[in-house]
Nanobody, 125 residues
Framework: QVQLVESGGGLVQAGASLRLSCAAS????????MAWFRQAPGKEREFVAA????????YYADSVKGRFTCSRENAKNTVFLQMNSLKSEDTAVYYC??????????????????WGQGTQVTVSS
């Protein structure tokens, strides 16, 4: 089992930056694909970003491309999401997720085996 704990959320003004962290425990996530999803009130959970085990491949939703950067430090069993130029529409609960197998559909929540409890990001305009 893997436990994931997100941190770094908060209330910021539009244009500001935040850095989310996802700390894993229980076992190494070094071989896992890791991802970030978000869910706004009244909306479905949506894909934000994903990173393969080596960190060499990253993927982003069109809505965050160029503003968000996903990275990882396998030695620290931690994944990050750097969020710049935040907009009000980025307001949501952000979740970290881990996929044990190499699944092609990194953007689909159904493939992920472990989830964190989420961290709230609120961007005021």
């Amino acid at each position: 089992q893997v436990q994931l704990v997100e941190s770094g959320g908060g209330l910021v003004q539009a244009g500001a930056s935040l850095r989310l962290s996802c700390a894993a425990s229980g076992r190494s996530i070094g071989t896992y694909t890791m991802a970030w999803f978000r869910q706004a009130p009244g909306k479905e959970r949506e894909f934000v970003a994903a990173i393969r085990s080596s960190g060499s491949s990253t993927y982003y939703a069109d809505s965050v491309k160029g503003r968000f950067t996903c990275s990882r430090e396998n030695a620290k069993n931690t994944v990050f999401l750097q969020m710049n130029s935040l907009k009000s529409e980025d307001t949501a609960v952000y979740y970290c997720a881990a996929d044990r197998a190499y699944n092609g559909a990194y953007y689909e929540s159904r493939i992920y085996d472990f989830w964190g409890q989420g961290t709230q990001v609120t961007v005021s305009s």
